[in-house]
């Protein structure tokens, strides 16, 4: 284990209990045989111990109080800075990490050490039933001015902790964003600003789809977040793949 790279994985929580412990069990069990260090940041509410909650050896599960601005942006980046892992990935309260996901992208980041982020394919759970949503083996800067590529989801991607930080190569996730909308494509387009994201091609996520978006019919928020990312990624009307997404609004 001691040559395998620590795994720290985040969940920012806004206390749905039950959907919470089978993400964190999802963790916890992954099959990994480097340490996965489980953090679960709690956005300014009580925080659960999850003392019911078995911890495997070669795991560990902390709970913490979200430490910055209330929102996933700032739950994230608090596990981030109090993570001990080379390497972070992020879950969400409702989705689920697989079997094997993070074995397989350790290894695809060992075969490629110059792959900025490493991702995998998602199953999108809806009516019960799961549907595949396929992410591309290889993802550029460019490719992402032209596409939201939905299926690098934040719960199927991995970072070097070190990049998120302060200072790092890509920064914290951004606690500006109007009413965080466009948070992970705008994490996604400075990942891949400083290199390529690959992707594990087997679906190693589970991702719950069955919710209304919390940003349906929120016409202002989305103008706000919208309108902050096209002056943040001047590309998007310099560069001759942004500006077809710019023009059909497809910039998320």
Not at 37 to 44: A, F, G, K, L
Not at 45 to 65: C, F, Q, S, Y
Not at 158 to 168: H, N, S, V
Request: glycine share 8%; proline share 7%.
């Amino acid at each position: 284990m001691s040559n395998l790279p620590r795994v720290t994985a985040v969940i920012a929580t806004i206390g749905r209990p039950e959907l919470l412990r089978r993400a964190v069990r999802s963790l916890l069990a992954q099959d990994y045989p480097g340490e996965v260090e489980v953090i679960v940041s709690y956005d300014h509410i009580a925080i659960d111990p999850l003392e019911d909650v078995a911890v495997p050896a070669g795991r560990t599960l902390r709970t913490v109080a979200n430490q910055h601005r209330q929102g996933l942006a700032g739950g994230r980046n608090t596990g981030a800075q109090l993570g001990t892992g080379e390497l972070i990935g992020f879950c969400d309260d409702d989705d689920e990490w697989l079997p094997g996901k993070l074995d397989a992208q350790v290894r695809l980041w060992r075969e490629h050490p110059e792959a900025a982020a490493v991702s995998c394919s998602v199953l999108l759970r809806s009516d019960g039933r799961d549907h595949r949503m396929l992410a591309p083996a290889r993802a550029e800067f460019e490719d992402l001015l032209r596409d939201r590529v939905a299926a690098l989801h934040s719960t199927s991607t991995i970072y070097r902790r070190e990049d998120l930080l302060p200072g790092g190569a890509i920064g914290p996730f951004d606690e500006e964003l109007p009413a965080s909308y466009g948070e992970d494509y705008d994490f996604l387009l400075r990942t891949a600003r400083t290199g390529p994201i690959l992707s594990v091609t087997a679906p190693l996520v589970r991702v719950l789809w069955d919710r209304p978006s919390f940003f349906a019919r929120r016409w202002e928020n989305m103008a706000a977040g919208l309108t902050y990312l096209l002056r943040k990624f001047p590309e998007f009307e310099s560069s001759p793949r942004g500006r077809p997404a710019r023009r059909a609004g497809g910039v998320l």
